[in-house]
């Protein structure tokens, strides 16, 4: 019987040898004290072509990751509307299509979405008025931002996150936010990836070494009760 602690995506892919060797990481899951919300690359680009699967809309979007991120997007509104019931500051991170900054790419993709609006929140998800928005170069949100200083001037000690890539800039974004102290929850219907591998290794990998990986249910579950006091 699959265990609460690897009762995630991942189950059916991950073996029990594995599961052993990995037993040491076995902990209490919590969401840390005063979060915020980080949505990750939450962009156009990412969206483009709709719903549709991921071999067919790449023909067109390259940058997309079709069916597998809009399945988190009705999540994703789950989580930013109990957020924002709850008082939480929220924050986005997108890529920098300013002037000529584009030219430092986060990843060696070759073939790319090159549309005037890629970076651009998608409208489903968007930032509300007191939101704040990080513009990045590069793959982790922290790196050469202004982030950290607006998470200390918050006075923000823990993070929610979501967005994508699993593998890519999520990943980035989270070993980064891991580095400088933060405690970690990532809520697994908020992520995706292009394929079903990547995501489910790479939150595997994350959940034990650099992160809680927590339902949505639960994680809507505090938002609410902090929203009492």
Partial sequence: MTETFEDYC????????????????????????KPAI???????ASYDGGQQPVLDVIKDHPSSC?????????????????????????????????SRA???????????????NAYEILPELAPQADDLIIYK??????????????????????????????????????????ANGFHITLVEECCYDRTPINHKVNLFDMHHKYADVMKLKDVLKYLKEIQQY
């Fill in 10 to 33: 991942w189950k059916d892919i991950i073996d029990e040898e594995t599961l052993k060797i990995y037993g040491a990481y076995q902990r209490p899951l919590k969401i840390g004290p």
């Fill in 38 to 44: 980080l949505m990750i690359d939450v962009y156009q």
């Fill in 66 to 98: 079709g069916e597998r991120a809009w399945a988190m997007v009705e999540p994703g509104k789950q989580l930013l509307r109990a957020a924002r019931a709850a008082g939480l500051p929220i924050i986005y991170s997108t890529g920098d299509a300013r």
């Fill in 102 to 116: 584009e030219r430092g790419r986060p990843t060696n993709r070759v073939n790319m979405t090159q549309s005037d």
């Fill in 137 to 178: 170069q590069r793959a982790s949100c922290f790196y050469g931002t202004p982030l950290m200083s607006h998470l200390i001037t918050l006075g923000v000690q823990s993070l929610i996150i979501g967005g994508g890539t699993t593998s890519g800039c999520l990943r980035a974004g989270v070993q980064d936010a891991k």
